[in-house]
Nanobody
């Protein structure tokens, strides 16, 4: 599986950005997708995750109400999972990564919150929010 996160940039506080996680190399079905972020000297932090069906969605408390993760599993949809970030704050500055988790081993939707459970990671995209 190849993952590519894109859409990062330099914005002002209060602005919005949309990040895209593009998934290639395997069927889009059966994967939960998560967004994580990391700043220098800190551990990678869970931001948002969505199960394959979309029935489970989780957000970090710090981004609830501001960030939205979604997915379109229809046949003609692109294999991307966006993260729409509104009302950005300087503390949102980080390198953002997307990851996938194969849910097929489970009989119900599952979105890991533990970094070690995710199967594949993409390269990060930098988001910088100035005050």
């Amino acid at each position: 599986v190849q993952l590519q996160a894109s859409g990062g940039g330099f914005v002002q506080a209060g602005d919005s950005l949309r990040l895209d996680c593009t998934i290639r190399g395997r069927t889009f079905s059966g994967f939960a997708v998560g967004w994580w972020r990391q700043t220098s000297g800190k551990e990678r932090e869970f931001v948002a995750g969505i199960s394959w069906s979309g029935s489970l969605i989780y957000y970090a408390d710090s981004v609830k109400g501001r960030f939205t993760i979604s997915r379109d599993n229809s046949k003609n949809a692109k294999n991307t999972v966006p993260l729409v970030m509104n009302s950005l704050k300087p503390e949102d500055t980080a390198t953002y990564y997307c990851a996938v988790f194969d849910e097929s081993q489970y009989h119900s939707d599952y979105v890991p919150r533990d970094e070690s459970e995710w199967d594949d990671w993409g390269q990060g995209t930098q988001v910088t929010v100035s005050s």
